[in-house]
């Protein structure tokens, strides 16, 4: 894959870092999120109730703003418009299909968002490059040139990391994805969830927001319920790219009413 170009007026690009897991080498049979008990276990005791301002609160603080950016305005909601095709760039089948459910799981948990994965790279507008460990940095020079590469590793010291390219109109043109293999199957779909779901567009982090995955100090493993509020409020065609924060309060009690009764039918959710 060609590295990232310096950014130009047609060609913005933000970029985010996930650095609060430990790499943990990993021989065991590879699982999915619902057999691992680490994740169980966070699923049982996982918080399924939220107010609209909990919700609006996380929503807002991770869909404008960047942990990192490069270039360009971060005030603007930013998302792709237009089907998402996931490519994936790995020599490691096992970890392809563990991605492959990934995807697919967030596209059943998102109500407007067409996202589905391709073997063709041409066809992609994410590719994801899964390296081995040793290999991260190395990788994460050839996208982004020595310079940036070493600002990245002493600003975020990231075990894997998202970016995206956006047009003048804020509508996410391509992004990309890069997951360390050689790590336990918990990390793996930890890194896997919340770098391919900032990769559409909430790449901010937030510290003070307990609920979400997009919190250095949070490890889920799995798509929770909260941060299914957040993609489906970003993606429900009333929040436009390019909005700002005062333009979103305006659809936004509207939107979370739909994106309500959305979440709580797709997890089977009571009062």
């Known amino acids: 894959m060609s590295a990232l170009v310096p950014p130009s007026a047609a060609l913005r690009f933000a970029l985010l870092a996930f650095a609060a897991l430990t790499c943990v080498p990993n021989t065991a049979t590879k699982a999915t999120a619902g057999e691992l008990p680490a994740i169980a276990a966070r699923q049982r005791v996982e918080k399924k109730s939220f107010t609209d301002a909990e919700i609006v609160d996380g929503f807002l603080k991770t869909a404008f703003g960047a942990e990192y950016h490069l270039a360009g305005r971060v005030d603007r909601i930013r998302k792709f418009d237009g089907p998402v095709r996931v490519f994936a760039e790995t020599d490691r089948a ?18 407007h968002l067409d ?58 043109e391509h992004s ?45 493993g799995y798509f929770d319920v909260y941060d299914q509020y957040i993609l ?14 005062l333009e979103v309060r305006s659809v936004l009690p509207d939107v979370l009413s739909d994106v309500r009764t959305w979440v709580k039918r797709v997890n089977d959710l009571r009062e």
């Not at 460990?133 to 310079?147: K, N, P, W």
């Not at 918990?186 to 969830?193: S, V």
């Not at 409020?233 to 700002?244: C, E, I, N, Q």
């Open 94 to 111: 096992d970890r392809k299909a563990q991605l492959a459910k990934v995807v697919a799981d967030i596209g059943t948990r998102v109500q």
């Open 115 to 172: 996202i589905a994965m391709t073997d063709s790279s041409e066809a992609a507008n994410v590719r994801v490059k899964l390296v081995r460990d040793r290999d991260l940095y190395r990788t994460i020079t050839s996208f982004y040139g020595a310079e940036k590469a070493r600002d990245i590793r002493t600003s975020l010291d990231p075990q894997c990391l998202s970016g995206f390219r956006k047009n003048d109109n804020f509508e996410i």
């Open 232 to 245: 489906n409020l970003l993606y429900d065609p009333r929040v436009k790219a390019g909005m700002t924060v």
């Open 176 to 220: 990309d994805v890069i997951l360390t293999v050689d790590v336990s199957d918990f990390t793996f779909l930890d890194c896997a969830y919340e770098e391919l779901l900032q990769s559409l567009g909430p790449i901010n982090d937030t510290a003070s927001v307990p609920w979400t995955m997009f919190n250095d100090n949070v490890s889920m």
